[in-house]
């Protein structure tokens, strides 16, 4: 679905019409499993918004703590914008695995938070919105594997253990506002229960 879409467009709209919810920001979260799509349709809604800045929760997690960023998304984020100022925040290397350069976040309408966990419990107060990407863990966890290639299976393997671990403790899709396809990118307005089926546990289905 491109950025121009009508439904695309529709959302953009809607978000736009909703009041802030951090100081003069709608602050929007586009949150799902790893390799769901986050990333790309974050990129899309932010063109539909004018150019709606991106926060990338891979750039304040680290190797050591995946998720435990709250507390610099915090400082060097939300508070900012609630004092209705842009925000500055230092972004990790994941190949020097130290954080290096800066990265600004301007002051807008919307700015969106693009991560797994982006819609987690500690971040929901904040938010005007949280949109959730539809595509179960072990198809999204295919398509990471086959985009990162066979260097990062041992990387993987770690990470979905320490997701499905942040999931079960605070779960972000049954506080999503809206769903989005994670293969098709169609929007959906309703949400729905997980499905039931058998859960996997570090790649291991669990019986």
């Given at each position: 679905?491109?950025?121009?879409?009508?439904?695309?467009s529709?959302?953009a709209?809607?978000?736009?019409?909703?009041?802030?919810?951090?100081?003069?920001?709608?602050?929007?979260?586009?949150?799902?499993?790893?390799?769901?799509?986050?990333?790309?349709?974050?990129?899309?809604?932010?063109?539909?918004?004018?150019?709606?800045?991106v926060?990338?929760?891979?750039?304040?997690?680290?190797?050591?703590?995946p998720f435990?960023?709250?507390?610099?998304?915090r400082?060097?984020?939300l508070?900012?914008?609630?004092?209705?100022v842009?925000?500055?925040?230092?972004?990790?290397?994941?190949?020097?695995?130290?954080?290096?350069?800066?990265?600004?976040?301007?002051?807008?309408?919307v700015?969106l938070?693009?991560?797994v966990?982006?819609?987690?419990?500690?971040?929901?107060?904040?938010?005007?919105?949280l949109?959730?990407m539809?595509?179960?863990q072990a198809?999204?966890?295919?398509?990471?594997?086959?985009?990162?290639?066979?260097?990062?299976?041992?990387f993987?393997?770690?990470?979905?253990?320490?997701?499905?671990?942040?999931?079960?403790?605070?779960?972000s899709r049954?506080?999503?506002?809206?769903?989005?396809?994670g293969?098709?990118?169609?929007?959906?307005?309703?949400?729905?229960?997980?499905?039931?089926?058998?859960?996997?546990?570090?790649?291991?289905?669990?019986?």
């Amino acid at each position: 679905m491109d950025a121009d879409s009508p439904a695309v467009s529709a959302l953009a709209a809607d978000l736009l019409a909703l009041p802030p919810s951090l100081g003069p920001v709608r602050l929007v979260a586009v949150d799902g499993h790893a390799g769901s799509g986050k990333t790309t349709f974050a990129g899309r809604l932010s063109v539909a918004l004018g150019g709606a800045p991106v926060v990338h929760l891979d750039d304040l997690a680290t190797h050591r703590e995946p998720f435990g960023w709250t507390g610099r998304l915090r400082a060097q984020v939300l508070e900012p914008l609630a004092r209705g100022v842009a925000a500055r925040h230092a972004v990790y290397d994941w190949t020097a695995r130290g954080f290096g350069a800066a990265r600004e976040v301007p002051l807008a309408p919307v700015v969106l938070l693009e991560g797994v966990g982006a819609g987690r419990r500690a971040v929901r107060p904040h938010l005007a919105a949280l949109l959730w990407m539809e595509l179960d863990q072990a198809a999204a966890r295919a398509r990471g594997e086959l985009r990162d290639g066979p260097e990062l299976a041992e990387f993987w393997a770690g990470w979905a253990c320490a997701e499905e671990a942040h999931f079960a403790a605070d779960p972000s899709r049954p506080h999503a506002h809206v769903r989005v396809d994670g293969v098709t990118g169609r929007i959906l307005r309703s949400t729905l229960s997980e499905p039931i089926e058998p859960p996997l546990t570090c790649g291991v289905v669990r019986i």
